[in-house]
């Protein structure tokens, strides 16, 4: 029996071999077809790229006709040049470094010379096209915006570039993918599958016809439509009140986690990048280090939260059972927490308990809770990891897992972070009490605030947020609808909301009131500093408003950040009751509100702060100046613009926080 074990097992791997060589030459023709390569052309057809819907089946994105003029380098015969460039309108150096580009790429693979040419350009050319041997055209189709807002939220379409093409089999030369936003996010679905036809050659390199009578080819197939969670209108009506201002707006479904909104300001058109003036337009965009049309500050930008982060400082301190609703806290006009330290209040003052400590934004009562929390343990590390531990469970200083390619952690500070901070330790809670409002080291983007409120309006929970609503055929992911759950006890989310609704009743956003619509909010004023090569520059503040409606039932959560704003009830209120208004009774009764903010523009405090950073700039030149005339050296002096990233360096220094409502 084992002698003859392994001959029987020669003999059956022989008969397989035997069999694959078989099917590989005679009934697998798909070696065959690699072989004859270049005998045969493939042709591509490029398929439409889905339709892009918002919630209500309002079409934002479809398609249009282009064509791209392709060059395979060693068919290119004697050209008329001159009358080839005067069609196309491009120079001579133009044409001679398009066809060396494409040389390097491959002298005999077919890649783009000119792209995205409409039906106007390309009709002048496609009457002459058989002149020109090497020379063929692809027709494809280019986004077709319906719609001249959204642009942070769709991206926009590009060329394949050569590492991802060695990267991904699936993309060709100057085959077109979806970068940034939704394009980006649902590319596999959106793009759809490419067709391809096999042509026959002669020895002449002519075309004969289709190979094997078309055996092998495939058809195009559609991208797939999708619907986002988006509402068309309240997107429209949140980028027209952010005009002439920088910041975001983020607007969430708290029962479901869809995104309503998401408003970054300065934004663009659309329509701008797409066609032949793509690439112009887009290096305009990227170089404007400024207003930074590019940057979507609803998921990137990270803010000191101000006064909203109070609602959190009362739900853990409640949680931790160091306060309950009639814990009664003295408030003149501020908070002497340690020595020689006071932190300013704008409250009315006298004794105040949780209600009053909300609707009147008060700083005093807000520390004095941080502090219990942070003193109920022995040790101060331990107890800013139980602090922090609770704020992470609404999503805090992580990202979120929404479905757009894009996104800052923001931070939530742990024991970790204040031992670097403070190598040598012996810091307590009245090192860090400027964390009870907002002003500490805690940094949170716009979404993670509106993520906050919707998860108050549901007391307790939230469903991650994202923007896909809708794709035919394929469910939406699990991750999408699941339930994730605070630390915090669902009990104690009630007199906090009480008191949120009392903001606009008998507090600080009393004047944003909305006739008919109970709305839960709180105002928030951010202190807003940088350092320009090392000098500490005070900026205006930031405006804050985070709030949900209605009160009972909550339809919409949002959070509006305005940079350089001022008070929370002056610019970022107004627009949070807006933009509520518009989205639960399509019109608008407060129309002095909309009057306002539609005339109002910080151009100018933006103007004043880039001179201010010129000025800065100025100072450091003279500085190394002099320090050259002294040392004969140059001294080194860092420098950057960046306000996002000279924020985190200022929240790592040891001055003396800052405090505002």
Not at 68 to 84: A, G, H, Y
Not at 161 to 187: F, T
Not at 511 to 528: D, F, M, S, Y
Request: aromatic letters at 10%.
């Amino acid at each position: 029996m084992r002698k003859a074990l392994l001959p029987g097992l020669i003999t059956i791997a022989t008969l397989l071999l035997v069999v694959r060589i078989f099917y590989l030459q005679v009934v697998d023709e798909t070696l065959k077809l690699e072989s004859e390569n270049n005998a045969i052309k493939k042709k591509y057809e490029y398929p439409e790229r889905g339709y892009i819907y918002d919630r209500n089946g309002k079409l934002l994105v479809a398609n249009q006709a282009s064509y791209d003029i392709m060059v395979i380098p060693r068919e290119v015969k004697k050209t008329d040049t001159l009358e080839f460039c005067q069609l196309l309108n491009i120079t001579k150096e133009d044409f001679i470094k398009k066809i060396e580009k494409a040389t390097v790429y491959s002298p005999r693979l077919p890649s783009v010379f000119l792209s995205q040419l409409n039906k106007n350009e390309f009709a002048a050319f496609q009457e002459k096209i058989r002149k020109y041997e090497g020379f063929y055209f692809q027709k494809r189709s280019l986004r077709d915006y319906e719609v001249n807002f959204g642009a942070n939220i769709f991206g926009f379409i590009t060329q394949v570039n050569e590492k991802l093409i060695e990267k991904n089999p699936y993309y060709n030369s100057g085959d077109l993918i979806g970068k940034q936003g939704v394009e980006q996010s649902y590319e596999d679905l959106l793009r759809g599958i490419k067709g391809v036809k096999y042509l026959q050659k002669d020895k002449h390199n002519r075309e004969i016809g289709s190979y094997k009578a078309g055996k092998y080819d495939t058809i195009a197939v559609q991208g797939q439509d999708i619907n986002l969670t988006i509402d068309a209108e309240i997107q429209k009506y949140g980028e027209e009140l952010m005009i002439n201002k920088r910041g975001g707006i983020v607007a969430i479904e708290p029962k479901s986690g869809e995104i309503l909104a998401l408003v970054t300001a300065p934004s663009y058109d659309p329509g701008i990048l797409v066609g032949r003036q793509r690439s112009k337009n887009y290096t305009k965009l990227y170089r404007d280090s400024i207003a930074k049309p590019l940057y979507d500050r609803g998921l990137l930008a990270e803010y000191p939260p101000g006064s909203p982060f109070k609602i959190l400082t009362g739900l853990v301190a409640l949680q931790e059972g160091v306060i309950d609703y009639n814990t009664t806290v003295f408030c003149n006009r501020g908070f002497s927490y340690a020595r020689g330290r006071f932190m300013g209040c704008h409250c009315h003052g006298g004794a105040l308990q949780l209600h009053r400590g909300i609707f009147e934004s008060c700083n005093s009562y807000f520390a004095t809770a941080y502090m219990k929390t942070i003193n109920k343990y022995a040790k101060p590390a331990y107890a800013v990891d139980v602090w922090s531990n609770h704020l992470k469970s609404f999503g805090l200083g992580q990202f979120m897992g929404y479905d757009l390619p894009i996104g800052k952690r923001g931070l939530v500070p742990t024991s970790k972070t204040y031992k670097r901070m403070y190598p040598n330790g012996g810091w307590r809670s009245t090192a860090i009490v400027s964390n009870a409002i907002g002003q500490g080291e805690v940094l949170m983007t716009p979404i993670q605030l509106a993520n906050m409120m919707a998860t108050v309006a549901n007391e307790g929970y939230y469903y991650t947020p994202h923007i896909i609503k809708k794709i035919e055929g394929v469910p939406i992911e699990s991750k999408f609808t699941t339930k994730h759950t605070t630390t915090i006890d669902k009990k104690f989310f009630k007199p906090i909301i009480s008191g949120l609704f009392d903001v606009y009743n008998l507090g600080t956003a009393r004047g944003l009131r909305v006739e008919g619509i109970e709305i839960c909010g709180k105002t928030g004023t951010a202190e807003n500093s940088t350092r320009i090569g090392g000098i500490k520059v005070k900026m205006e503040d930031h405006s804050i408003f985070v709030a949900f409606a209605p009160m009972n039932n909550p339809k919409i959560a949002i959070a509006v950040m305005v940079e350089n704003g001022g008070y929370g009830a002056t610019i970022a209120g107004p627009i949070a009751s807006l933009m509520i208004e518009k989205y639960l009774r399509h019109k608008i009764t407060r129309v002095d509100l909309e009057k306002r903010i539609l005339a109002t523009s910080l151009q100018g405090r933006y103007a004043k702060l880039g001179g201010l950073s010129e000025t800065v700039k100025l100072q450091l030149k003279i500085a190394d100046s002099l320090q050259k005339l002294k040392t004969g050296t140059p001294k080194k002096v860092p420098l950057t613009t960046d306000t996002i990233k000279e924020k985190k360096l200022a929240s790592q220094s040891n001055e003396k926080p800052k405090y505002n409502k």
